[in-house]
């Protein structure tokens, strides 16, 4: 038997408090067919498209954030706040995966921007998400790099940088070089890299480079 939308988003706003954000993108999936479908009155669309685009950025899956954008009423996309900041950071993510765009802009983004406290958590979880897939790209990029450009891909301060590496990561910094070396992501470990992502690892190698030239 189908849960109803009640029951739905109480159990999304459980997987939320319990840090289960797996199970968020098939439950709000679910309650975006049954508000669009069936109960289009039932809550604001917003809050329905909100967690469900940050769960997908999340889980980097940029065809269903694609999916869901073009789905979205060009009049929410302007009238909802965050749903409009989240849009923006979709389109940054897509560029930055073009090669043409910057992360930087993103964490600017989500930094400067007000989010409600529902939707706060998820918004921290999308920083770590992207800055974890980040320093996966560059330890299988480098064997070695300078602290600056470890600082500036993933918006941490140069200061504290190494420290912080070091300490979550396992990578070793040579204070005498100025060089961070990356240990290899754990393959067996919670998040891996998808399929698409190691298929496009020598296109973000020649990208890396081209940036360190150019800082």
Excluded: C
């Excluded at 679910?30 to 685009?53: G, H, K, R, S, Y």
């Excluded at 073009?98 to 921007?113: A, E, I, N, T």
């Excluded at 989010?115 to 918004?123: F, G, K, R, Y």
């Excluded at 912080?164 to 067996?188: N, V």
Aim: proline letters at 4%.
């Amino acid at each position: 038997m189908a849960l109803t939308s009640a029951a739905l988003f109480e159990q999304a706003d459980h997987a939320l408090q319990t840090g289960r954000y797996q199970e968020l993108i098939p439950l709000y999936e679910q309650l975006e067919f049954q508000v669009t479908a069936i109960d289009i009155d039932v809550v604001p669309l917003n809050n329905i498209f909100e967690p469900l685009l940050t769960s997908y950025l999340i889980a980097h899956d940029l065809q269903s954030a694609r999916s869901l954008v073009q789905r979205i009423p060009d009049e929410l996309k302007t009238q909802a706040q965050q749903l409009h900041v989240l849009i923006q950071v979709y389109e940054m993510l897509r560029q930055w995966e073009r090669q043409s765009g910057d992360l930087k802009d993103v964490y600017r983004l989500l930094h400067q921007s007000r989010w409600n406290s529902a939707l706060a958590p998820l918004i921290a979880v999308l920083q770590d998400s992207i800055q974890d897939r980040e320093l996966d790209l560059l330890a299988k990029a480098y064997t070695s790099l300078p602290l600056h450009l470890a600082a500036s891909r993933v918006s941490l301060e140069e200061d504290t940088v190494a420290e912080q590496l070091m300490a979550t990561r396992g990578w070793r910094y040579d204070a005498s070089t100025g060089l961070l070396y990356p240990k290899a992501p754990d393959a067996t470990g919670n998040r891996a890299i998808g399929l698409q992502e190691f298929g496009k690892l020598a296109d973000v190698v020649a990208h890396l480079e081209v940036r360190q030239e150019s800082s």
